[in-house]
């Protein structure tokens, strides 16, 4: 279309006049999709002079899309003014848009002047979608026309985007204490402040100076900033004002955040550069469009806002719309969103803490014209911080992640258990710091046998580091360990595991008749130690120095021949302790020292370990006829007995033993014998047999794992 135009206005130069192009490049927001690029001008001379020259005028944007959508009286927005000798006046053009990135505008007339004056037609209103631009580009515009002799056609620049992003933010989390946060008795800022009202706010600053665009009447939304609330636990209510006095203002709206001093926002009309005032929209959606600002404009007196308004929170998140009523174009400001927090108190460890952002809005995702959709609009995107504009990233009141960066080296050995340490994260600066903790291997070497625990905080936490061998052949592994505090620092820690030869090691002690890992044990109850390199001339098993009684080493396959069992018994003597440090001694090698727990009662059925009346062991083969006694054998008691021993069979509860307590002539083995009821009810041959006893809470039991009971009519 542009060739065309410039080869009608060859073949037309000697009647109508020559034009060269200019355009004016306007700051825009690199998220905007509705844009208004800077004028686009034709400076004309020449034709015949007195005739009327009847221009249409194309202009095409190059790395954006035009967005003009109509408006209530179906005008796209563009107006066009000529001057020259005559005077400066506004022309009746019309435009409309050809495609995605082509302006036409016709319908331009002005009489040609005499004496060789120059007119100059200027086009403005032109919208595009920067936001939708990669690498946010410098919209450039190809002008020709029909009617005039175009001599330039080198590319205009219209739009430049912002070098960040509209919106910065910094947050300061004060969270919501466990003992709890008061609602005042009346709903307004100064009675928060008075309360001790928990709080958070949100620093939002402008990326450059006029990024925050006063509110125009002819928009139908105007900019806003859309704030996002998340992570408030459950009966949390939180309250924000309804309007906001930025830095620029005579009295800007803090709680005392960043150092400032906490007020209530006031502000004085007539400042002259203006003054930074946002208002709360009501009713507006998830994306910050539609709904209904409490102003609509600035005060024309000096005014306070203390006036706060509750945001309901569903599944402990929210989003607040504020619309930007005032600001100062020449400088860049800045607000402080604060928002209050109630809650009663809970049975929290920790403070819970919640997250704050902000963006740029309405959001959308619209990069063409559509008149359905909210005018202004603008992509979504993540705010950087701040504290670099405002030059305060060192300041005492941010958050700072503090941790120990000593290298942390670990040795162990093959097939051996985990290695353990420990190092604390910790918030040297004020308010509230969350982190996350991560692991990372070196391209093509051995992962996963690193864990650190937890993997996320808040301001002081302890955290440990376990390094498990697993099946690691002998040499030095590394890894990094990642402390990632986002805007409040990042730390490293680099870890070595040097995993030598399979010496002497303990790998598990279980229940020898549940076998569970990880399972407690009971004092005076069989054990079963499984490890390496157990088999010597001498071989002793002590917990937390006291001997235990070895029963007998069995050789394991597997491991390459270096795995053994122990059979062996729990020393009575710890019985009252919750914990030992069990260790292996094979011809005067120590093994690791592996921690075990000790309770009470852990009750475990050996199986088989069952017999029937007759003495036989109870099987699928041999099965136990209902009306008979039986007699299980199991280990994990304490004796004498802590309790009334019940025994369940299948869906058959509480039956009590005939007998129940030491087995004789076995050390270590308690003794249940118990009459089978005639009328007991099983599927198949089999049903799941239980012993069970109370535990520390009267009001429970503690049984043993199922084991099978095979039985007959």
Known sequence: MLAAAMAIGAFAQTTVPTCTTAGVAANVHPEGLTELLGAVSLYCTGGTAGATANVTAFVGLQNATITNSPNSNGSLGISVSISNGAGSYQASASALVNGTQTMVVQGILYTIPTGGITTQITITGIRAAIGSTPNLQVVYANVGGVGINVSSVAPVPLGVPGATGSVLTSYLSGGVPCNGSPLPSLIDFPDFLAAGTASSSLRVTEGYSDAFTNLDQNLANGTRIVVSLAGYPTGARVFVPDTLVGSSGTGPTSTGAFGTFAQVGFYSPGSGTGQLLLTRVDQADQYGAGGNPVLYAAPSAPSSFPNMTEVILKNGAATVTYQIIESAPSIRESVQIPVFVTAGPTACTTVVQPTMSAKIGPISTVAIADSTQPFPRFVSAT????????????????????????????????????????????????????????VAYPAGAATGWLTVTPASGYNTTGVNV????????????????????????????????????????????????????????????????????LNGKVVTVSFSGVPATVFGIYQLSGNNGLQQQINLLVPASLAGQTSANAVVNVD????????????????????????????????????????????????????????????????????VPQYAGVAPTLTGVQQINVLIPTALPFTGNQAGFQVCIPSLDPTQRLCSPAVPLYLTQ
Do not use: E, H, R, W
């Not at 820690?493 to 002497?504: D, E, K, L, M």
């Open 466 to 533: 376990s390094a498990n061998p697993g099946t690691l052949q002998p040499g030095a592994y590394s890894a990094t360990i990642t402390v990632n505090a986002g805007q409040y620092g990042l730390q490293t820690i680099a870890v070595t595991f040097n995993v030598g030869s399979p010496g002497v090691t303990i790998q598990s002690i279980v229940n020898a008749a549940t076998f569970l890992q990880g399972g407690p044990l009971t004092a005076g109850s069989i054990a079963s130690l499984y490890g390496l390199n």
């Open 588 to 655: 005067g090698v120590l093994s690791n020292t592996f921690p075990v727990s000790l309770v009470q009662n852990s009750p475990g059925v050996f199986n088989p370990g069952i017999l029937n009346q007759n003495y036989s062991v109870n099987t699928a083969a041999a099965p136990a006829k209902v009306g008979t006694i039986i007699s299980a054998y199991m280990t994990g008691l304490t004796i004498p007995l802590t309790g009334q021993v019940t025994i369940k069979i299948g869906s058959t509860d509480f039956l």
């Open 383 to 438: 705010a950087a911080s701040d504290c670099s504009v405002i030059g305060d990233c060192s300041a005492s009141y941010f958050p700072t992640l503090n941790v120990s960066t000593t290298a942390i080296t670990l040795n162990g050995s093959a097939y051996g258990s985990p290695q353990l340490q420990a190092f604390q994260v910790s918030n040297s600066g004020q308010g509230l710091i969350s982190y996350t903790i991560s």
